[in-house]
């Protein structure tokens, strides 16, 4: 068996991950099966065309047998439905895909689609914690939001197929992502961009929510790592060691973007919003060999600086019908109601 698939390549830590395969196996291919939905913008990988070692399948994981082939070394399975906010508003999509798509997958890999299964999942399928404490691979599922929830399920389905068919396959769940190429829905592109352009900070609530953030590389590196290194059946968290309250957050981007906080407005908060995440990576540590290797304000300032090279490639996103729309109903009636 030889190369990989990644699902779901087209998105923001998938297309990182496809080009870190690309350049640490030289002499593999790099699959990419993925739907082109609103998040997976084809404009991510722009720069691989034609690229002798890279092959593109739009596709969508509930039919991978369809235009994919078999025989793969791993399959990273990343494509999923992943915002929150999104899944408030209906939850329909987040079970066909991340549910329904993760099975079918399963069942691909089962029948010789690929030699391992790294199922990629989040540390929101633990549900809230309170002022103290971590997350570990032991914590049980708590999930808060329809997201969380088909997560949590997806997890439980790839895990059950280790134990009643042997398939050799892990889990991992990572803490809040961040850096290049991230749709501009998510916390910190949506506030940078923003903050370039002199609008409105949206902030849930009072801001206090807490998340540790890792960047998209060192998860990556941590994905291959997984591979390489994961014991079939097993659960390996990763996580920054960068906890950081949301207003912090939003502030120190303000703060690099040269614009005044007087920019953020506190809106109502969204259903379920999880209080405070943390991530305990010490089995990460322990049995991958496995490190973050950028600490937040390095990371940070990286992010904002690839953001401000790279304007036309968000803006062509912010300026789209389904973005505005989703904006629109997601913050633009909280910032009225919060600032008459």
Not at 303 to 328: C, D, H, L, M
């Amino acid at each position: 068996m030889n190369g990989f698939l990644v699902t779901g390549g087209c998105g923001f830590i998938g297309s990182n991950l496809v080009r870190l395969l690309l350049e640490r196996f030289p002499e593999e291919e790099v699959w990419n099966l993925d739907l082109l939905t609103y998040a997976g913008s084809g404009g991510n990988l722009a720069d691989l065309a034609g690229h002798p070692r890279y092959r593109f399948v739009k596709g969508d994981i509930a039919d991978i047998g369809r235009g994919v082939r078999g025989g793969f070394r791993a399959a990273f399975h990343l494509a999923a439905e992943s915002h929150v906010d999104r899944s408030t508003v209906g939850a329909a999509d987040f079970v066909r895909t991340n549910v329904l798509g993760t099975q079918a997958v399963v069942d691909w890999a089962r029948a010789g689609g690929a030699a391992r299964l790294v199922h990629v999942s989040t540390d929101e399928v633990y549900g809230s914690l309170g002022a103290r404490g971590r997350f570990r691979e032991t914590t049980p599922l708590d999930p808060n939001s329809p997201y969380a929830a088909s997560k949590a399920a997806s997890d439980l389905l790839v895990l059950a197929a280790v134990r009643t068919h042997d398939l050799d396959a892990v889990v991992t769940r990572c803490s809040n992502n961040y850096g290049p190429w991230q749709f501009p829905e998510k916390l910190i592109p949506l506030m940078l961009t923003n903050a370039f352009d002199g609008e409105p900070l949206p902030v849930y609530g009072d801001g206090k929510q807490v998340r540790d953030w890792i960047h998209v590389g060192d998860h990556c590196l941590g994905l291959l790592a997984a591979f390489g290194k994961g014991r079939a059946g097993e659960v390996y968290n990763f996580g920054g060691s960068a906890e950081r309250e949301n207003l912090a957050v939003v502030k120190a981007i303000l703060l690099a973007a040269g614009r005044p906080e007087d920019l953020v407005r506190f809106v109502e908060d969204r259903p379920g919003h999880d209080r405070r995440y943390a991530i305990d990576a010490g089995k990460a540590r322990r049995e991958l060999g496995w490190a973050p290797s950028r600490r937040f304000e390095r990371g940070l300032r990286e992010t904002v600086a690839w953001y401000r090279s790279n304007e036309g490639w968000w803006r062509t996103i912010k300026s789209t019908g389904g973005f505005r729309q989703y904006y629109r109903g997601m913050y633009e009636r909280r910032l009225r109601e919060a600032n008459p």
